[in-house]
């Protein structure tokens, strides 16, 4: 039982983003989802996560549809999207340890001990908005160190704007992630180095 | 048959259900099929109610013939609230059912609604200048007539103001039920504010105070500002149906 | 759930400190506001005490519309909201954590300058006590409906128009119970009952505004 999806379908205005989009997660799994811009990819994320409403189709996790079970199904999810989800105004640590995710304990040392271990100790006391945008996305990425208890990851473009020793710990994590029985759907126009991830291509026949 | 069936243009037969004409294209030919019929009642109901009402209603005691204007201002503050409310109705089961044609016909109302208020209000200061000397003397109904017109401007001020048509329905319908819910706050706070309009004559249930014919007159142009009520909303929403569906292959077909 | 409300509205309360002058602007229009009003009429003693009410209200309604913007834009252009919407805590509660906080840097502030006001118009001691005590309960109810309107215009062109457009009629009946609470309390006539049902009013807000406000928040998402 997993992540569940059937005949998932999109429209937006007149035309179709994607049509008859279905796949199976399981534990373990992870699913690399592709295609050219404005294929949908961010719509798709965004479906399976219980924020956008299909034209057709539906989304399930462990059996139950993601739109009857908001509640549940969020608290096993994390999403990190296209825009970080940091308040510029606010230290590094400070989003991560006020900001994040409303509801889970984290400290001050816990969100230090994060940003060191992502590699981000110089960076920690300083407001969001002076840091650049690779910085940026790895203090939103310092959220996956945060929530280990969460198995479902969707990540919208993790490794966008990061360098390649970034990118490769991002990787890493990811792997692990997996390797811990998690399950993982993710975006990225790179290769995410992720040996055994299924491929999903979006936009083929639109 | 223990259950009500229809026939699809294919020859096949389907149940009728609550959801039959949440498909746009039944709702698409239900409404071409309406409309005429509502317009001819509007129609002669209006002539009628005028006739009697222009004509045969005896002139009033103290307002002369300048109080035949309510055959005109009464239905139309009528119909502003009672449109008001279809259009929250059909907003919320549209929300509640994901029915789009039911916020279809919910946008289609409004611009009726928002011409029978401002119809209401004109009319209102034409009454008001002969019975209380001045075009608008902020008297409670008026009052509450224009913040209804208000609200329908909201409405029609969200719904356009958003690109994606089905979240504009959606969220245009959330406005409707948070107004039609503080409808009767208002009113009652307007009420409070001032007691200048003459108590209504006419009510649903208890006897009337005017003659025969005026009553008949009322009663019929009531009727006739309904049938035009529902003919139009029921045109304006095929039109939007047109607009959203346009590329579908029932309607290529019926224009080729 | 009352923990992550209240993380949510310790973080909103931090942002408003570190960028004070976006909060404390609707403070400085209310201010201005009330002192176009009497070099437009006239200093004239009784003429002002007469309006006062009136134009406290509604400069107090239009610096209300004016600081709606920062309750869910900013939010929304920094993808918190989408975080906000993701949580597992009920939806509703933390839309009210969120205008709890933003009556706490809008509404209060406004209380304390409420009485300065009072003074500029010459009201009286009883005057001013109902005029405050109007707003302690009608500010409050502000925030809650102007929520409202916050989430259905995001992601709509119109911006504070808009708002204001849609809030207006729902602001008009704590408009006409605040100022005639007043007008009442100065005529001797009884400012209580105005008082209760803004009471009323403000425990009505409460119960339904988080609801439409979140249901608007999830159409803005969809």
């Known amino acids: 039982m997993g992540l569940t999806c059937q005949q998932l379908t999109c429209r937006r205005g007149r035309s179709t983003l994607f049509a008859g989009v279905s796949f199976s997660l399981h534990a373990g799994e992870a699913l690399w989802v592709q295609g050219r811009n404005g294929s949908g990819k961010t719509t798709l994320l965004r479906s399976l996560c219980g924020l956008a409403l299909p034209d057709r189709g539906a989304v399930h996790w462990q059996g139950k549809p993601v739109l009857a079970t908001r509640a549940h199904y969020h608290s096993q999810l994390l999403h990190i999207g296209h825009a970080d989800g940091l308040k510029p105004d606010l230290l590094a640590w400070e989003n991560l340890a006020l900001g994040g995710l409303p509801g889970e304990r984290c400290s001050r040392e816990a969100a230090l001990r994060a940003l060191d271990e992502i590699g981000l100790k110089a960076e920690a006391q300083r407001p969001v908005r002076l840091l650049s945008q690779g910085q940026r996305k790895r203090v939103a990425l310092a959220r996956l160190l945060l929530s280990p208890s969460r198995p479902l990851w969707i990540l919208d473009e993790p490794l966008a704007a990061l360098d390649q020793d970034s990118s490769a710990q991002v990787s890493q994590l990811l792997q692990a992630h997996c390797a811990r029985g998690g399950m993982l759907v993710l975006t990225t126009h790179q290769d995410p180095a992720l040996p055994g991830a299924r491929q999903l291509q979006l936009g083929a026949s639109c | ?256 | 759930m009352l923990k992550a409300a209240r993380q949510l509205m310790q973080r909103d309360l931090l942002l408003a400190m570190r960028r004070r002058s976006d909060a404390l602007m609707p403070l400085a229009f209310f201010l201005v506001t009330t002192t176009l009003f009497p070099l437009a009429i006239g200093p004239d003693t009784k003429l002002l005490r007469s309006v006062a009410p009136g134009i406290v209200w509604v400069a107090a309604l239009l610096a209300s519309l004016l600081g709606l913007q920062r309750l869910f834009a900013d939010d929304h252009a920094d993808g918190s909201l989408e975080q906000l919407l993701l949580s597992p805590q009920p939806l509703e509660v933390l839309v009210l954590a969120k205008v709890l906080a933003h009556w706490l840097t809008s509404g209060l502030p406004l209380l304390m300058l409420a009485p300065l006001v009072a003074l500029q118009y010459g009201l009286d001691a009883e005057a001013m006590g109902v005029l405050w005590l109007g707003l302690l309960l009608g500010t409050p109810v502000l925030s809650l409906l102007g929520s409202i309107g916050a989430g259905l215009a995001l992601g709509a062109r119109g911006g504070s128009v808009l708002v204001a457009l849609i809030l207006m009629p729902l602001y008009i009946p704590l408009l006409i119970l605040g100022s005639s609470a007043v007008v009442a309390a100065s005529d001797g006539t009884g400012s209580a009952p105005h008082l209760m049902l803004l009471g009323a009013l403000l425990a009505g807000s409460l119960a339904a505004s988080p609801w439409a406000a979140a249901a608007a928040l999830r159409i803005a998402y969809e």
């Open chain 2, 1 to 256: 048959m223990d259950q009500p069936y229809y026939s699809t243009a294919n020859g096949a037969r389907r149940r009728l259900t609550v959801f039959t004409f949440a498909s746009p294209r039944n709702f698409y030919h239900l409404a071409g099929r309406l409309i005429p019929w509502f317009t001819a009642l509007g129609v002669l109901a209006g002539l009628a109610g005028l006739a009697i009402g222009l004509l045969f209603a005896p002139t009033d005691f103290q307002q002369g013939d300048a109080y035949r204007i309510i055959f005109v201002h009464v239905p139309a503050a009528w119909m502003s609230m009672l449109v008001y409310m279809a259009m929250a109705g059909w907003a919320g089961f549209g929300l509640a059912y994901h029915t789009g044609v039911s916020s279809i016909m919910a946008s289609a109302l409004a611009p009726t609604g928002a011409l029978f208020t401002f119809l209401a209000l004109w009319t209102g200061a034409l009454w008001g200048k002969p019975t209380w000397g001045a075009w608008w003397v902020w008297d409670a109904r008026l009052t509450s007539e224009l913040i209804l017109l208000f609200l329908y401007l909201g409405f029609m001020g969200l719904h356009a103001s958003i690109a994606d048509p089905r979240r504009a329905d959606r969220a245009a319908a959330v406005l409707a039920l948070v107004g039609a819910v503080n409808i009767p706050i208002i009113y009652f706070s307007v009420y409070w504010w001032n007691t200048l309009h003459q108590g209504p004559s006419v009510t649903l249930g208890n006897a009337p105070t005017m003659a025969p014919a005026m009553l008949a007159a009322m009663l019929l142009m009531v009727a006739a500002f309904w049938c035009y009520g529902i003919a139009v909303a029921l045109r304006r929403a095929r039109c939007i149906v047109l607009e959203r569906h346009g590329s579908a292959a029932w309607l290529r077909r019926r224009t080729k």
